[in-house]
Every structure is written in C-alpha cells, then in structure tokens.
C-alpha cells in the first residue's frame, strides 16, 4: 500500500456530494496525495439487486468522473462497497488508514442517509481521522482565512497546531475565537491572557492571526457560525468532543457539532483528539 498521503472522497454522482470534489482535488494537489473515490451501493430489502451489474456500472462512472475531472497529476484509486453508506466510509477509511475524508453533505440518491440530521455526526463522531463536511462551493476553491473556535483545553492544543499546519500549507490566516460566559472582570482577564498567548505561539510559526472574544448569548455554534461570516472565513475548524468544562468558557462542541455541519455555509473541518482515536484503536491520526 502507498504511503503517500490518502484523500478519502465519497461519491454519489449527485450535485451535491460533487460540490466537494474540487476541495478534494485542491488538497490532494497540496499534500501531494492519492484520491480514493468511494461509492456504496445500498441494497433495499425485498428488491432486486444485481452485485456485478452494480459494481460494473459503478466502475463505469467513476472512470467517467476521472476522464472528465480528474487531474493528470493525481493518482485515483476506485473503492466500491455495498451496505449502510456511513458504514461503508467508515470500512474504507480505517481500511486504507485516510489522513482525511472530504464529502458533500446532503447528498441525494443512495449516499442520502449518510448527510442528513444524526446520520452524518455517524462519519464525524467513528472516522478515523479529520473530516471535512461542506454544503456548498462558494468562490474560487482554497483556504485564506480560517476560524479557529477554542478553550485552549489540552485537547485544544492539539487543533491549535493542526490549525498552524493548515494556515501554513494555505497561506491563510487564523481568526481565533474564544466566548466568555462568565460575567466576572477577572475570568475574562485570564481568558484574554489565554488568547494572547495562543496568539503568540501561532505568530512564532510565522502565521497571520486575529483574536476576538464574544459573549455567550445563547446558541453557541451559531455564535461561531456569524463570526465566521462577519470575518468572510472560508473553513472552520471544530474539535468534535466536548472539550473543556472551564467556567471561563462554553465548550466547543459536542453534540453541538453536527448541527455546525448541517448550519455552516462554509466547509468545517471535524477533528478529535489523538488520544481518542487511539483509545478506539483507529489506524489513522490528525492530517498531516
């Protein structure tokens, strides 16, 4: 098996999960990766399935796909399998040890179930590695500016530096956000204390920054969701746990996160903590 960066891209043929090819081929082209193009052919009960017909059929479009999209200096590999669509990205992501699965989210035809309501925090919460979910493509395909949600809990560290190599690799910027939930003049002192320094360690990676503070009124994925408008982001990073239960702060995100996906107007990048991919025994890790 190649060592080199893999790229994991479901695929349903619809508009919407195409949407998200050129995000797919963009990072590929960054990181020097293989493409994995993933179909799954979900079988109905009591209906007629033809297996071979299927995966013939199946092999037919994706070499369409490659003909007319694909990039002559990208390697594409073909993945067909057959089941529960979320299940299947999940089989083929710890299969082939993915550094990251790119997918549209609401998604027609057979991929459907996969990025509607709790179904899609299925792929988020059980990848083995960092997942980029996005609605739509907006604009000319990249990332300049990224937003940055944190509790600068340990596990926020580990986003931090995630966010560095992405910021690196792009040329982008980060646009760091922390909410404040408490009313004491003290608690939002150590917070800003917390934030300058973050700020700091990401200045001595040679990385273009922006804090803000905002205050907790209310739903919090939709406090970072107006932010990353107000500040014209084009990705948002979340950890897709619940992070730090500091009174200083409202933790980003847990079962918050699946409703960012569904929300966001812009791609959103879901990562867990290392440690939580190890302690489920997932061959993958952080990108990179």
Known sequence: MSQKIKVLFPIDFGENSLKAYPT?????????????????????????????????????????????NGDPDIIYNKIVKIGKPWKGVIEAANELSANIIIMGTHGAAGMEELFVGTNASRVIKTAPCPVITMREQKGEVGFTKIVLPL?????????????????KKFSAELAVVSILRSK?????????????????????????????????????????????????????????????????????????????????????????????????NFSGSHFG
């Open 151 to 167: 509790d600068l809990s340990r596990e926020t560290g580990e986003k931090l530096e995630l966010g560095i190599e992405f910021a």
């Open 184 to 280: 004491a003049e003290g608690d939002k002192q150590k917070l800003q204390a917390r934030m300058d320094k973050a700020s700091e360690f990401i200045r001595k990676h040679e990385v273009k920054v922006t804090s803000s503070m905002l205050i907790s009124k209310g739903d919090i994925s939709k406090i970072v969701l107006d932010y990353a408008g107000e500040v014209d982001a084009d990705l948002v990073m979340i950890m897709s746990q619940q992070e730090s239960d500091s009174k200083l702060l409202t933790p980003f995100f847990g079962t918050d996160s699946v409703h960012v996906v569904n929300h966001s107007k812009i791609p959103v990048l879901s990562i867990k903590p290392k440690r939580e991919y190890k302690e489920k």
């Open 24 to 68: 797919a081929e963009y990072l590929a082209k960054i990181y020097d990766a293989e493409i994995f193009l993933l179909h799954v052919l979900e079988t109905r009960a009591f209906s007629s399935f033809d297996e071979t017909e299927a995966r013939k059929q199946t092999n037919s479009m994706m070499d369409k796909f490659i003909k007319e």
